[in-house]
């Protein structure tokens, strides 16, 4: 009998006892203060859109190929003009060191060191300035709401485009909040304030809230210092009345590569392509905007046979492990986005976190390629993946960008 060494490193070896991402989630329930946490873990109203999502990937069989081994594989792709490493990214998150002290900073170092795109959100804690310094090397993107204030929307992206940040997701399913009742029961503000209930939160917490009191002031980058709750700050500023007129505006504006993100239905997607859209990001966000819309993994397939093989699709929306990120690849995208596994390593260990987050999804996508006989990206299609509602009789969709 061998005894495991002591590791003197507390974080690291509690995320090294972590075997997948649903482990992170519980480490971070525990550290990280009950507001903070159901904002990433919470969805709209009764939820039933991300259960949905979830239950839609997890129902979904992966197809291996016998006798047809591969040595090695290639998880690496091209998206948005660029070689990613790795078929996912990090998404757009709002509030991020809410999260986490370390907030954007541990989330665009992991993603340049992992060589994957990193997304800031208009609603995040870090400038485009700030990110930009962290990321280095590394391949930026941002995500936009329109603003009201349309000068202000144009000074945003060209800040943005003037620090790096090649690609620009618009996102258009968040003309209002949604109605993420647990934040309602939460009361949740940032910066957040101060009440018995929260006291009585901290002591359990410790760590978390040394860090968000010894670090600088939590406030939105890109917008006020202004504390209000979620759904008032976020009405008084994004814009009600988005058109495509306005995504007309912005492809005009914007220099650089520009998707649409928030498409879950094929006559969306023709109209964000035929005002001028590069590719498009299928997404529900995460469940968190309207309630019981289209689960976007059933919505997937259908808009990649509306468009054909050569629009880049990036998916969005329940990814939790490497086998989600190959389902999604199988039924037609180009790239996914993690967002709340990503919050999840940041809760549960910051940086470090965020690193053990990659890391577990790479490794499970090159295990299940290789048990798959799938030697790259490009060898999964949709005669990889069989479905409750397809067949998966259907043919590849075609090369990949």
Request: net charge negative.
């Amino acid at each position: 009998m061998q005894f495991r060494p002591i590791d003197p490193n507390r974080r690291r070896a509690r995320l090294s006892r972590a075997a997948d991402v649903h482990d992170l989630r519980a480490i971070a329930r525990r550290r990280t203060p009950r507001p903070a946490f159901d904002y990433v873990d919470g969805a709209a109203v009764d939820e039933l859109t991300a259960r949905r999502t979830r239950e839609a990937m997890t129902s979904c069989e992966l197809l291996p190929r016998m006798l047809h081994g591969v040595e090695e594989v290639d998880t690496s792709v091209h998206i948005s003009g660029q070689r990613a490493d790795l078929p996912f990214g990090i998404a757009p998150t709002g509030f991020t060191r809410f999260m986490h002290a370390e907030g954007e900073d541990a989330g665009a170092a992991a993603a340049a060191a992992h060589g994957i795109p990193f997304t800031l959100s208009t609603m995040g804690t870090r400038s485009v300035e700030e990110v930009a310094r962290v990321s280095g090397m590394g391949q930026r993107w941002f995500q936009l709401y329109l603003w009201k204030d349309r000068e202000a929307s144009l000074g945003l992206i060209e800040r943005a485009w003037a620090n790096g940040f090649d690609t620009l997701l618009v996102t258009v399913d968040t003309p209002v909040a949604g109605q993420r009742l647990r934040d309602v029961r939460n009361g949740m503000t940032i910066p957040p304030r101060l009440g018995v209930r929260t006291l009585l939160d901290a002591s359990h917490r410790p760590e978390w809230w040394y860090n968000l009191l010894t670090t600088d002031p939590l406030t939105f980058a890109s917008l006020s210092d202004t504390t209000q709750d979620l759904p008032n700050l976020i009405n008084a500023m994004f814009d009600p009345t988005l058109s495509l007129e306005d995504l007309r505006w912005i492809r005009e504006v914007w220099p650089g590569r520009l998707f649409v993100k928030g498409v879950v239905t094929v006559d969306d997607a023709h109209r964000s392509l035929d005002v001028g859209a590069d590719g498009l990001v299928v997404s529900s966000h995460g469940g968190r905007q309207l309630d019981r819309a289209p689960v976007p993994l059933r919505a997937l397939p259908e808009i990649r046979d509306a468009v054909g093989p050569d629009v880049p699709l990036i998916y969005d929306s329940g990814l939790m492990s490497g086998n989600d990120v190959i389902t999604a690849l199988a039924l037609g995208a180009d790239f996914t986005m993690i967002g709340r596994a990503y919050l999840y390593g940041l809760m549960a260990g910051g940086r470090q976190g965020v690193d053990r987050v990659i890391d577990l999804l790479a490794e499970e996508v090159r295990v299940s390629m290789m048990l798959m006989g799938a030697s790259s990206v490009a060898d999964l299609t949709r005669d990889s993946v069989r479905t409750p509602w397809d067949s998966g009789s259907s043919a590849a969709v075609g090369p990949r960008r």
